[in-house]
């Protein structure tokens, strides 16, 4: 019936490609990630993961999924390519963050070519302090990248209900346009405008094709994966 978790040891991914393309990127960027299933709802599941500038991103998929289980990202790429039906072992002691509860609200909208000028600049921005310095000094490329990815990109003032600023900063917009979220900036129909959304201390960029989350501040709060007799 709908909603309830594949068999053991299956994976239960339906939405191959669109787990395959969320993978790949994702091992690109981070060869030794984890990935993590979560229920999303009947016959779906999220596939929720950490980049290495501390944003999580998710994206949804069709398929009941294994319940709430973490195995290596490159695995399960390796087995979806290969069309297995295979959970891959479980690696649930990798993953160590918090998640963002699901509640959350928007507080804006941004039309996802903003978003697309607001990445390329940043990418221009970081190679040219490369290759010239900044204020006439050489800046180690670490430096300069987390400078960058610090800067705040968009300031949101909430009207409806009013509240505090909300801040997005580059790592955001990196996570979203890194990860493919917002499709392909050369294709013929425009993407989807992007959500700027928020729930408790965290703040997430919602595409066309899944989102980034970051949760302001330190908090040291973990949600472990349960033991599943059936994951």
Not at 14 to 36: E, H, S, T
Not at 51 to 68: H, K, N
Not at 75 to 96: F, I, K, N, Q
Request: aromatic share 4%; net charge positive; glycine share 12%.
């Amino acid at each position: 019936p709908g909603g309830c978790a594949a068999p053991a040891g299956v994976h239960g991914i339906v939405g191959v490609a669109d787990a395959g393309a969320f993978l790949a990127r994702l091992v690109r960027l981070d060869p030794a990630a984890p990935v993590r299933f979560r229920p999303a709802g009947p016959d779906r599941t999220a596939l929720w993961a950490r980049l290495p500038w501390r944003v999580l991103v998710v994206r949804t998929v069709a398929g009941a999924g294994p319940g709430d289980a973490a195995v290596a990202a490159g695995e399960l790429l390796a087995e979806l390519e290969r069309s297995g039906a295979a959970l891959p072992p479980r690696r649930d002691a990798l993953w160590r963050w918090p998640l963002p509860p699901a509640a959350s609200r928007p507080v804006e909208t941004l039309p996802a070519d903003d978003v697309w000028r607001i990445a390329r600049a940043a990418a221009g921005t970081l190679r040219v302090a490369s290759e010239q310095g900044v204020a006439g000094r050489a800046v180690g490329q670490r430096a300069l990248r987390d400078a960058l990815l610090d800067h705040v990109a968009v300031l949101v003032t909430p009207e409806d209900p009013p509240g505090p600023p909300v801040e997005v900063p580059q790592r955001l917009v990196q996570g979203l346009v890194r990860m493919g979220f917002l499709g392909s900036p050369d294709a013929a129909r425009p993407a989807a405008d992007v959500q700027v959304r928020v729930v408790g201390r965290w703040v997430g960029l919602v595409g066309p094709y899944g989102a980034a989350w970051l949760q302001k501040g330190t908090d040291l709060a973990l949600t472990p994966i349960s033991p599943h007799p059936n994951g």
